[in-house]
T-cell receptor
Framework: GQQVMQIPQYQHVQEGEDFTTYCNSS?????IQWYKQRPGGHPVFLIQ?????EVKKQKRLTFQFGEAKKNSSLHITATQTTDVGTYFC???????????FGKGTSLLVTP | DAGVIQSPRHEVTEMGQEVTLRCKPI?????LFWYRQTMMRGLELLIY????????DSGMPEDRFSAKMPNASFSTLKIQPSEPRDSAVYFC???????????FGEGSRLTVL
């Protein structure tokens, strides 16, 4: 079955440093979504990427979808303590299938 | 607007007891998903419904787990009998479509002693 691998598992940065998490799928995806889960909270939708090579930005966050639609990345510029949490990518194979979540990257930001 | 509503938020029970988790999706959403989250296995899809019909239940661990969606505004996940390894946070999520963004409830934290 389809698998979504995400690295790194953990990342500890100083406030102001950049952060990147990578996501790879074993199969071509219809779309990829990113979610953020704060400690003790529930996953919250950040963005969906659909097109090959697509790049989207949300303030300090930049999301990319690979040309082959099998990989994606999330880059945070100049991290802040409010960025703390676990970032999940979730790949969608297409209609008839549910989102398949990666294991997530837990980000810790120290002031 | 009300989000996805789950109950109970916390449940502590003893091995062998029946557990029922409940979910009310966002009105107008026609897809509903049950996920289980543990440290070891991350977020696992258990089952999902589209227009109240189960589409994929391949993630349901075994016969002890069952899920129903009798109407568009209510779903249950039942575990009978429960075991300690079922301890996890169970999330319900709903979506406008099978491929759209998911709106998660706050989860039900289950502890089986």
């Amino acid at each position: 079955g389809q698998q979504v691998m995400q690295i790194p598992q953990y990342q500890h940065v100083q406030e102001g440093e950049d952060f990147t998490t990578y996501c790879n799928s074993s199969t071509t995806l219809s779309n990829i979504q990113w979610y953020k889960q704060r400690p003790g909270g529930h996953p919250v939708f950040l963005i969906q990427l659909v097109k090959s090579g697509e790049v989207k930005k949300q303030k300090r966050l930049t999301f990319q979808f690979g040309e082959a639609k099998k990989n994606s990345s999330l880059h945070i510029t100049a991290t802040q303590t409010t960025d703390v949490g676990t970032y999940f990518c979730a790949g969608h194979p297409g209609s008839g299938y549910a989102l398949n979540f990666g294991k997530g990257t837990s980000l810790l930001v120290t002031p | 607007d009300a989000g996805v509503i789950q109950s109970p938020r916390h449940e502590v029970t003893e091995m062998g007891q029946e557990v029922t988790l409940r979910c009310k999706p966002i009105s107008g959403h026609n897809s509903l998903f049950w996920y289980r989250q543990t440290m070891m296995r991350g977020l696992e899809l258990l089952i999902y419904f589209n227009n109240n019909v189960p589409i994929d239940d391949s993630g349901m661990p075994e016969d002890r787990f069952s899920a129903k969606m009798p109407n568009a505004s209510f779903s249950t996940l039942k575990i009978q009998p429960s075991e300690p390894r079922d301890s996890a946070v169970y999330f319900c999520a709903s979506s406008y479509s099978e491929t759209g963004e998911l709106f998660f409830g706050e989860g039900s934290r289950l502890t089986v002693l």
